[in-house]
């Protein structure tokens, strides 16, 4: 579940088979939701018992699960014993599922709970693949969209999310559509202007949380090394070259980046951009001294004022461990 069609294909063709094979595997693996090899009948079983030495087929596991109302939030343990979250979210068009990249995260960011353990690796393929598979099985139904937001910056494991999407938007796999997959990212700048050559029209989301250095600074140690107008540059060129609409993440946190002030400064960054700003509602933790905005309307109508785009990110996981990396941060 590491590999792409092609990358199946080139397995194939180099142990002398027909590189069709590598359809008939992702179908019984996404289509039929076989994973024992020893079941792939229309395969003869010299290649059954081929596929079983050169594979590993152990799953990662749900270790526990927690549910609110429309919302599901998973923890997940991994084949070497590390934990990650994934979040299934049911929305009016569907249901969509928010998936980690890493184990732990290094961005550091002050507000977030995955930043407060650090990263241990990236995420495998398959281990980002098995997240989505395990949810389907779970709830019995089909997953319309992926967010890669859960813990970890997903550019700083780069090959194997894009490769992630590759596998979940093949039409004859999961076939979620390009459209309805989104990747989020802290501001790695050199991987936003690489992410603008990826072929799939992919949505890209950016935390921005912040209108200027100074306060970026201080909540998000990123911007020490790309600040605003390195990242500002990096979205112009990816508008331009790719001609799609950019969500601008922006955490509501309570007296820290609320102010109306804050409101106009930010729109007066984003003004003339193809970008739409996401008002996020923070989840408060234990852990962390941040608190949830109650200026979220006053902020939406300020910016929405200045002709910017708004939405206020739907609420869910009050009853659950909502924070990014909460649910893992009470096992580790």
Not at 64 to 79: A, I, M, N, P, T
Not at 219 to 234: F, G, Q
Request: charged letters at 30%.
């Amino acid at each position: 579940m590491s590999l792409t069609k092609e990358a199946l294909e080139d397995y194939f063709l180099s142990i002398g088979e027909k590189k069709y094979k590598a359809e008939q595997v992702l179908e019984w693996l996404y289509i039929h939701k076989e994973w024992d090899i020893a079941n792939f009948t229309n395969l003869k079983k010299e290649l059954r018992e081929t596929l079983k030495k050169d594979f590993n087929t152990d799953f990662i596991k749900i270790k526990r699960k927690e549910e609110g109302s429309l919302v599901k939030k998973y923890l997940f343990e991994l084949l070497d014993g590390n934990f990650i979250e994934a979040v299934l979210m049911e929305h009016d068009y569907g249901k969509s599922v928010c998936v980690s990249s890493e184990v732990g995260c290094n961005m550091g960011c002050k507000f977030c709970e995955s930043g407060r353990l650090k990263k241990v690796r990236g995420l495998e393929t398959y281990e980002m693949v098995e997240q989505i598979l395990l949810i389907e099985n779970d709830i019995k139904d089909k997953i319309n969209s992926v967010v890669v937001m859960g813990i970890g910056e997903p550019f700083d494991n780069y090959d194997n999310v894009l490769n992630f999407v590759k596998i979940i938007n093949y039409p004859k796999g999961l076939a979620i559509g390009s459209r309805h997959i989104t990747i989020s990212t802290c501001g790695l700048v050199p991987k936003i202007e690489e992410f603008s050559n990826f072929p799939l029209q992919v949505n890209l989301a950016v935390s921005l949380h912040a209108p200027n250095d100074a306060i970026r600074d201080k909540i998000m140690p990123i911007n020490k090394v790309y600040n605003i107008s390195k990242l500002m540059a990096s979205l112009r060129k990816y508008l331009l070259k790719t001609n799609r609409r950019i969500t601008i993440e922006y955490v509501m946190l309570n007296m820290v980046n609320d102010s109306l002030d804050c409101a106009y400064e930010l729109a007066h960054l984003l003004k003339g951009m193809n970008v739409y700003v996401n008002l996020i509602p923070y989840n408060e933790t234990n852990n962390l001294e941040f608190k949830k905005s109650t200026r979220i309307k006053e902020f939406k109508d300020a910016l929405t004022s200045q002709g910017i785009n708004v939405t206020v990110r739907k609420e869910f996981g009050d009853s659950i461990s909502a924070a990014c990396g909460q649910l893992r941060s009470k096992e580790v």
